[in-house]
């Protein structure tokens, strides 16, 4: 459906410079923009597609100037602004509620009036499912565990028995929350031989408010006790929180990364695509780690880490220049050695 460009700049709370009554039917980037759409620019280096952009209208920041023959939008965060935009142009749609034909709810679960089961989702003995919360085929809702409020869980999602989700949650296709911790005790001196002793993980997961967790992402269950991940957090696909770990509020954890048993993600915490992080240390409040960075020990708060082992930015963007000029620094140190064994030998004894 049509909005007005008024509308759409009083719901972002921008300024904005042009026709108010406008008609907009969409969005889209910059290049791909046509008439009737709406599209944002927000950094320098798209400059040139801002000059040469079809679009209608552009969410732009405050200091960029009119351009002609195009409406602008400015407001504090264009990205952010877009965003919102985006959710009021494409509301998810929820199916209407109920348990569909083809689900299954054991008789000893609690499923809200207001939730939706899809064919094929169930809900195993003591499972709670919270209103407006969707589950998907597939979907599976363990003994004794708890989904909150307005969550959604895809395909094939799986919430282990006693684990607890909390409201706002989105779980997407194939991601496990509770599946054991990977613990293991060698002995020697097993029933058939020496052996890798199971060590039972009796814990659970716990998963806080407004968190998302990407597709065929796994938190496993702690050994005892909880694994956390803290309100507001978003992970990847493809990542791997292990046994005991805790993800504090609002970080982000990308694509491939995996925490180790035991580690402490602080606050506000980036972690780049296929980090790694060892066991039992801490990463700071508002830490950043640098995409395939290995962290062998403790981040302090907001410090910026790449490289494996993963040192300060700076020293490991030092030492990745370094490593570029190597190949000619052993050719000179090897002139200079041939060098000085010239000399030593014209010197004579």
């Keep these: 459906m049509p909005r007005q460009l008024g509308e759409l700049a ?3 709370g921008g300024e904005l410079l042009g026709d108010p009554s406008q008609l907009i039917h969409g969005l889209n980037g910059l290049e791909e923009a046509g008439p009737g759409d709406v599209s944002f ?7 040139r597609q801002f000059e040469a ?7 732009v920041g405050a200091d960029v100037p009119p351009r002609e023959g195009v409406a602008l939008v400015r407001v504090a965060n264009p990205h952010l602004a ?20 083809g689900a299954w709810v054991h008789p ?17 003995r003591g499972g709670r499912v919270g209103a407006r919360t969707v589950l998907y085929p597939g979907a599976y809702v363990g003994e004794q565990a708890e989904v909150g409020e307005d969550c959604v869980l895809y395909p ?22 509770g599946a054991d911790g990977f613990g293991f005790a060698f002995n020697p001196e097993g029933e058939a031989g020496p052996e890798h002793f199971k060590i039972p993980q009796v814990g659970i997961v716990r998963i806080e408010d407004d968190v998302e967790v990407g597709a065929c992402t796994c938190i496993d269950r702690a050994t005892v006790g909880e694994t956390v991940v803290g309100r507001g957090a978003k992970l990847d696909n493809l990542v791997q929180i292990a046994h005991n770990v805790r993800v504090g509020p609002l970080s982000l954890i990308c694509a491939q990364a995996g925490v180790s048993g035991s580690a402490e993600i602080g606050t506000g915490v980036v972690l780049a695509g296929q980090v790694g992080v060892v066991g039992h240390i801490r990463v700071g409040d508002l830490a950043k780690v640098g995409a395939q960075s290995g962290v062998a020990h403790d981040v302090p708060d907001g410090q910026v880490v790449s490289g494996s082992p993963a040192v300060p930015h700076r020293e490991w963007l030092r030492a990745s220049a370094a490593a570029g000029q190597m190949a000619d620094l052993l050719k000179e140190v090897r002139a200079l ?11 004579g004894p």
């Excluded at 952009?53 to 969410?59: D, G, M």
């Excluded at 094939?156 to 929350?177: F, K, P, Q, W, Y």
């Design 53 to 59: 952009t079809r679009a209608s209208a552009v969410l």
């Design 108 to 124: 000893e679960a609690t499923v809200h009036p207001e939730a939706v089961l899809l064919p094929g989702a169930s809900v195993d």
């Design 156 to 177: 094939n999602v799986t919430v282990r028995e006693r684990c607890i989700v909390g409201a706002r949650v989105i779980l997407h296709a194939s991601s496990v929350v």
């Design 337 to 347: 050695r041939r060098r000085v064994e010239t000399l030593e030998k014209e010197k």
């Design 82 to 101: 877009y965003a919102k935009l985006l959710r009021l142009f494409h509301a998810p749609e929820r199916p209407a509620a109920g348990v569909r034909p």
């Design 10 to 12: 009083a719901h972002v």
């Design 41 to 47: 620019y927000g950094n320098p280096r798209y400059r």
